[in-house]
């Protein structure tokens, strides 16, 4: 399995972004995506996450109300929408899958990781 984020950039507090993370090669009937971040210093960290069979999501608590996580299930594509976004959302972007049907929290939970799309928050 492959995932490929993308979709980072450089935006003003305030502004949106949609980050994207589309999954090739080998992938299973059921798994969750899950997107973490790690800013510079600090620890990787839960951000959201969706199965991809039904629609279970579950987002970490300073991103709840600003970012929307969604899927395209025949693209293989999970979308990660951000609005109101504040300087300390400021990290590294990476999205993971795990296989089953739960939204976990965890990052050692997940299996497959891309590469990180950065996202950068200016005040």
């Known amino acids: 399995v492959q995932l490929q984020a993308s979709g980072g950039g450089l935006v003003q507090a305030g502004d949106s972004l949609t980050l994207s993370c589309a999954a090739s090669?080998?992938?299973?009937?059921?798994?969750?995506v899950g997107w973490f971040r790690q800013a510079h210093g600090k620890e990787r960290e839960f951000v959201a996450a969706i199965t991809m069979i039904g629609d279970n999501t579950n987002y970490a608590d300073p991103v709840k109300g600003r970012f929307t996580i969604s899927k395209d299930n025949a693209e293989n594509t999970v979308y990660l929408y951000m609005s109101s976004l504040k300087p300390e959302d400021t990290a590294l972007y990476y999205c993971?899958?795990?296989?089953?049907?739960?939204?976990?929290?965890?990052?050692?939970?997940?299996?497959?990781w891309g590469q990180g799309t950065q996202v950068t928050v200016s005040s």
């Open positions: 090669g080998r992938t299973f009937s059921n798994y969750a």
């Open positions: 993971a899958l795990t296989r089953g049907i739960r939204t976990l929290t965890t990052a050692s939970a997940y299996d497959y």
